[in-house]
């Protein structure tokens, strides 16, 4: 059992890095960004079969994310739509499956963009997307977007969960979640100035939650 301080300012962060757009609208592309839960292309196909967008785009080769799939994160996820969702027509999908990191999966999707014929593209025809990341790297995928594409509008949409499924869920991968999400706290901190996301302020109660786990999981 996790001391309950410990597991109140985990969930403090969590909590503040998943982030979910009530007002979620009609966009011109789903993007579904790579990781281990399957969760996320199954909840980009309820966006599609429901009419948010024409198109998804899975992109994410194997990273830190990946934990054991064995392909790229972003074929797994097109594996899992054809298998499950056979209504939905494979022109529908677009795959970048070689990506490795959040600022890759943008750039290198914009690429594939450009050369999938007859699809819409960041410079020509897309200019509102919904984002469908693992709950706990939505904030950062979308200050990743309004720094590298500035004029796309972005909804954010992560699959619905909470803390204490999470944090199950990444047990049984062998995971450790309270350290990623110290990692991930890390990284809205020093990407800004790296040029790699957009400014975020993380207000006192964020960063009290941050410095007490971190000095806990450090001992």
Known sequence: MIESEIFRDAKRL???LYIRDDDCCRADLIVGFGHFDLCIPRHCAHLYE???????????GRGSGSADLAEAEAEVFANVIAAEYPKIPSCDIIV????????ENISM???VLRESKGAKDFDNGIGTIIAVACAYRQRRVWRTLQKQ?????????PPKTTFEKEMLAFQKRGEDLIQLLLGEVERIMRYP????MAHE????Q???????????CDE
């Open 96 to 103: 970048e499956g070689c990506s490795t990191n959040t600022g």
């Open 206 to 216: 964020i960063m009290e939650s941050y410095e007490r786990l971190k000095q806990k």
């Open 193 to 196: 100035e790296k040029g790699f």
């Open 50 to 60: 429901k009419g948010f967008a024409p198109k998804i785009l899975f992109t994410g």
């Open 109 to 111: 999707s914009a690429t």
């Open 149 to 157: 594409l500035p004029g796309i509008k972005t909804y954010n949409m």
């Open 14 to 16: 969590f909590e503040y």
């Open 201 to 204: 302020h993380l207000s006192v």
